[in-house]
């Protein structure tokens, strides 16, 4: 399914149709910032009231041609999370190791497993798309660390923007193992169309009503 022709990111996009998902990106995260101001807002106060610390969470993610940037959430977790993870079990630190996340993760807060069920906590990088840093639709936005798991197809990955949603979360979302998603990264890169993304912005709609896959 994969070849070699994937090492030449420059085939995995063409400009007419990155002009037209520039424009589809811009559209959706301003209509949506619009839309759910309010509830924007509604959780902002909840974050704030139930919990010490910031309400936004901010991270450190590789961007299109390795520009790091800022990536925005909801924050789901304690003030002291980096601290707990000294904490964590041996099976805690394998599975984290694995997938850089936690199925009962002892950081997040009560608020923070409701947000992130329903990927709530996720709507503020609706900033990051206006800001030009992300898309609607893309790969998964990884970290320094997580990058060199790409391996053969780090080239392609940072070829274009990373999503807030993509393929991998309609496809199972956290219950994907991590090899699996880096595959379903390449195949949204090698294969995108616009059409592609408004069946996933669709499937993304589906499978945050369902909770699938989300921890």
């Known amino acids: 399914m994969f070849g070699q022709d994937l090492a030449a990111p420059a085939s995995a996009l063409r400009k007419p149709l990155n002009a037209a998902k520039r424009t589809l990106d811009i559209l959706l995260s301003f209509s949506l910032l619009l839309a759910l101001a ?63 996340k936690l199925h009962h993760d002892p950081r997040v807060t009560k608020l923070g497993r409701i947000l992130r069920r329903t990927s709530l906590d996720e709507l503020p990088q609706l900033f990051n ?20 798991k790409y391996g053969q197809y780090t080239g392609l990955l940072l070829s274009v923007k990373p999503g807030i949603t993509g393929q991998w979360q309609v496809s199972g979302r956290s219950d994907v193992a991590y090899e699996e998603r880096i595959l379903l990264d390449v195949s949204y890169i090698t294969y995108f169309t616009i059409s592609l993304d408004l069946k996933i912005i669709l499937a993304t709609f589906r499978t945050v009503i369902t909770r699938g896959g989300a921890y």
Do not use: C
């Open 38 to 100: 309010p509830l924007l807002l509604i959780i902002a106060l909840s974050v704030r009231l139930t919990s010490e610390g910031p309400v936004i969470f901010r991270h450190r993610r590789v961007g299109l041609g390795g520009k790091e940037f800022f990536i925005y959430k909801f924050r789901t977790m304690t003030q002291n999370a980096e601290k707990l993870k000294d904490s964590f079990t041996p099976d805690q630190i394998a599975e984290f190791a694995a997938n850089y």
């Open 129 to 148: 798309v206006l800001r030009g840093e992300m898309s609607i639709v893309g790969p998964r936005p990884v970290t320094r660390e997580e990058l060199a």
